[in-house]
């Protein structure tokens, strides 16, 4: 039989760099639901406002499926930030040449599950 491996959230295609959102995602790995939200409100990047939506919506998923679950007993069990497609720009140089504007995508894949099955 196989084992639950919790509840998941998916956000692809955000326009932002995926190091700039990995570096917010390590401070709130494999922390309480309720601790991480609070850490996230608190920081001023731009990646924070995009993780507290992927993990809300992974707790609203996992609370829909389960209605005996209470958000004090949900942590996040993993959180990934993979890199999505980029979108290349022309950028004027002088003498008539040109570079290339990369404009780095990401996709963050969240999974929550209940505390009490943690140290399995």
């Given amino acids: 039989m196989e084992a639950k ?3 998941k959230a998916n956000i692809r295609h ?3 760099a995926p190091t700039k959102l990995r570096r917010v995602a390590n401070v709130v790995r494999n922390k309480p639901y309720v601790e991480a939200l ?7 990047q731009k990646g924070a406002r995009f993780l507290t939506k992927a993990i ?4 609203a998923n ?3 499926q389960n ?7 949900l942590y996040i069990k993993d959180l990934q930030i993979n890199e999505g497609p980029r979108l290349r720009r022309l950028w ?8 290339i504007l990369q ?4 996709h963050i894949s969240v999974v929550v599950d209940e505390i009490a099955e943690r140290g399995k």
């Avoid at 809300?56 to 707790?59: G, K, R, Y």
């Avoid at 404009?103 to 990401?106: A, P």
Wanted: hydrophobic share 45%; net charge positive.
């Fill in 67 to 73: 209605k005996q679950l209470d958000e004090e007993m």
């Fill in 92 to 99: 004027a140089r002088a003498r008539g040449r040109r570079d």
């Fill in 103 to 106: 404009k780095r995508m990401s």
């Fill in 38 to 44: 609070a850490i996230l409100e608190s920081l001023p």
């Fill in 5 to 7: 491996k919790g509840y």
């Fill in 62 to 64: 996992a609370l829909v």
């Fill in 56 to 59: 809300h919506s992974a707790a």
């Fill in 14 to 16: 955000l326009l932002i």
